[in-house]
């Protein structure tokens, strides 16, 4: 997601081992199925002064990760606009949150766009009851 059409959040997905994939795509099928309110840890969390961010917790390539997002207009779908590491108070890259309120604006003034996720070379979650 980003004005020149590339999608770093899918190229990270893309790059993670078996292991990383696994726990990613288990945070993601647990919240897609668990209302907005109950988002909370350990599994994810609202980021205290960043709204609307949420965080979506996991470890992967033997790192805290996170996925930083929000929930679009209407509230059904969230969108991951960022991956970045955590350590302490400390986010990876350094303007994570910046880059992740950049990223939010874009694609609520049109200038970027949203695609599915990837996970294996089929949309994930998948949309089936």
Same mark, same amino acid.
């Given at each position: 997601?980003?004005?020149? @059409?590339?999608? !770093?959040?899918?190229? +990270?997905?893309?790059?993670? /081992?078996?292991? $990383?994939? &696994? ?6 099928? =647990? ?5 907005? +309110?109950?988002?909370?840890?350990? #599994? ?10 949420? &965080? ?6 033997? *790192?805290?990760?996170? $996925?930083?997002?929000?929930? $679009? &207009? @209407? @509230? ?9 590491? =955590?350590? @302490? *108070? ?15 604006? #874009? ?14 070379? &089929? /949309?994930?979650?998948?949309? +089936? !009851?």
């Amino acid at each position: 997601m980003s004005p020149s @059409g590339r999608n !770093d959040v899918q190229a +990270e997905v893309n790059s993670y /081992d078996d292991y $990383a994939r &696994e726990a990613f795509s288990r945070a993601v099928a =647990h919240l897609a199925v668990t209302e907005r +309110e109950q988002w909370q840890s350990p #599994q994810a969390k609202k980021l205290v002064n960043e709204d609307p961010i949420y &965080e979506i917790r996991y470890k992967a390539n033997n *790192r805290a990760t996170r $996925a930083l997002g929000y929930f $679009a &207009e @209407g @509230g059904e779908s969230f969108v991951i606009v960022l991956i970045c590491y =955590h350590k @302490g *108070r400390v986010y990876s890259p350094a303007g994570a949150f910046k880059s992740a309120h950049k990223r939010i604006a #874009q694609v609520k003034d049109g200038s970027a766009s949203t695609v599915s996720l990837q996970v294996l070379g &089929e /949309d994930f979650p998948s949309n +089936e !009851d």
